[in-house]
């Protein structure tokens, strides 16, 4: 079952929108083999919730081509720390829910050498005008606001 096959069925099943299922959620890979498990779990989006179970339930082989994302030094640290969870890219054809879906694994690079690396998963996605409109992104991509890829990582190997 696939991420998006989870998100539609629980939507369906529990009479809510995706919008609604996403509402402080994301969704994370799980092997925690109980009974009605199918692989993946709705967790709080909460930065201790997603590293235990990062850390205890999600499966540690999640095999797939990685979405590679390079970081500058500041925001790379940022991930590190867990001060920053959620990485933002003009939407189009290079980020948008097909590049990123969820579940899809995730390299996050410190630039573009083969140093340092961060694994993870992407956990939630949207695509939203709101953040094109921060000092942060204006500094990078200019004034014109712009529909921005709103990409939630949950990495392994973090200290909730
Ligand atoms: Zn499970």
Not at 77 to 87: L, Y
Not at 135 to 152: F, H, K, L, N
Request: hydrophobic share 35%.
């Amino acid at each position: 079952m696939t991420a998006e096959e989870f998100t539609a069925g629980y939507c369906e099943r529990s009479g809510i929108t995706r919008a609604e299922f996403f509402a402080g959620k994301v969704v994370l890979p799980c092997a925690c083999a109980e009974e009605g498990c199918n692989g993946w779990a709705r967790v709080s989006d909460d930065q201790q919730d997603v590293a235990l179970h990062m850390g205890m339930r999600a499966p540690q082989d999640i095999t797939g081509p990685a979405l590679f994302i390079p970081l500058k030094t500041k925001f790379y640290r940022e991930f590190e720390r867990g001060d920053k969870t959620t990485e933002f890219r003009p939407y189009g054809p290079r980020w948008n829910e097909r590049t990123c879906a969820i579940g899809r694994p995730v390299v996050l690079s410190m630039g573009y050498g083969k140093g340092q690396r961060l694994r993870g998963v992407v956990a939630a996605f949207s695509a939203s005008v709101e953040p094109s409109k921060s000092d942060a992104w204006r500094s990078c991509y200019g004034d014109e606001p712009q529909s921005v890829a709103c990409i939630r990582i949950a990495l392994f190997d973090q200290q909730p």
